[in-house]
């Protein structure tokens, strides 16, 4: 790649392993329950300011390192991750762009069809689970964003 | 649903055939899905996951391993004297009741006809501990820090202080992952000890509660009966306990009744877990295993079994 600016490939592979640890670190039930999608949070953060770096690699690989965590069909938070980071790298000039506030609630937005590609392959494969408990991540996970953007964004220089 | 990104788009140029990688990384995810549910043509692909997985649980697992480590190595004289007491006693009162149990064997072999007393049902048992990791928060399952190098394999019962625990749902190298009876993807095969009536008990992803949703409202069961497993389904052996009958609602204008029952193992209690491997060709053993099929679609889970 021969890009201007050097692609911040270090700090996003780091902040992805670091925020998968958060992912699967043990937690009191109800802190379980509402602990937002980090390392989805980390990934769309990386799709919307540095969308060559990772490109769509570094969803897929997330995505199969979560299905091996959480014993899921391996594939399934591949494909959820991949086609939110799609969107986002899509959209990234238009997202990048908007206020901090609109960003979290694209981020939410995000979220929830991800979670939502989730809970539908969840009930093609035979493993539905249809707590309502589910849908709270995305909420948290808005609610965290621009404290996720401030600290990530302190790892590169935004462009 | 999403469009596939043209190429010569000038607004997006900077990100080039990202709808090209999309459509190669979706199919991907989606053929691994298919090839993963269909039959078993990922075993080894998700073994060797497993293995790599097995450095990051670790890592995560050992803030607390350490934690009790230390707890460990720092207790107080008079607590390990308590603790030791405690153990004495209970050891001793395992012997005397051991002690009658060889009688009643030969007696019940007596019963039966048989020429001499029935070994032990279990041939052999492996410790394990569970790891502190977090899979998924509304499913029950643990990882246990014993895998395939033990001996561990797919479908195997595993046991916990006071009664059944779950079974095995994937065996990687060092680590495997333990479906518990209280999962709402697991259902155990019980019977009733008081009155011999068998049925199935359904995890509810709650680790204080199981459901018995399968008996008619006449059925024969009360407050405190204590459920064993049944030996039928081909995973657990017979004779097990599994829970005790907590709350029976009975609804005349309903089909079945309403019953609820605390598992007796120590779930999430306890860091300790026992692996079991049955003497094959006991009655009391699980029936012989026809390969992957011994996880029969109500004994255990569907996942993964053909």
Known sequence: ?159 | MVAFGGSGRPVHSRVAATGLAFTFYATLSIVLMFLDQRGNWLEYARYGLSAAAYPVQLAVNSPSAAWHWVRESFATREALQARNDALRAENRELEMRALRFEALAAENAQLRALKAALPEVVEKWLPGEIMNIELSTLRQRVIVNRGATSGIFKGQAVLARGGLMGQVLRAGPWSSEVILITDPEHAVPVQVLRSGLRTIAVGQGNAGVMTLPYLPVNSDIKVDDQLVTSGLGGVFPAGYPVARVIEVGRDPGQPLALVRAQPLAAIDRDREVTFVWFRPGHPAAPAPSTGSAAVPSLAGTAQDTQ
């Open chain 1, 1 to 159: 790649m021969n890009t201007r600016v050097s692609e911040p490939r270090g700090a996003l592979m780091l902040s992805a392993f670091i925020a998968l640890i958060f992912q699967v670190v043990p937690l009191p039930t109800w802190l379980a329950i509402v602990r937002p999608a980090f390392l989805v949070i980390v990934v769309l953060y990386w799709s919307i300011s540095a969308p060559r770096a990772g490109g769509l690699f570094l969803p897929f690989l997330c995505g199969l390192a979560l299905d091996v965590f959480r014993g899921a069909v391996l594939g399934e938070h591949a494909l959820a991750l991949v086609i939110v980071a799609f969107l986002a790298i899509r959209f990234h000039l238009l997202i990048r762009n908007k206020p901090i506030f609109e960003q979290a609630l694209f981020a939410f937005a995000a979220l929830a069809l991800y979670e939502f590609v989730v809970w539908s392959i969840d009930g093609w494969s035979g493993h539905s689970l249809n707590s309502g408990l589910r849908w709270l991540h995305p909420v948290t996970g808005g609610l965290l964003w621009p404290i996720a953007c401030g600290l990530l964004s302190r790892t590169h220089r935004p462009r």
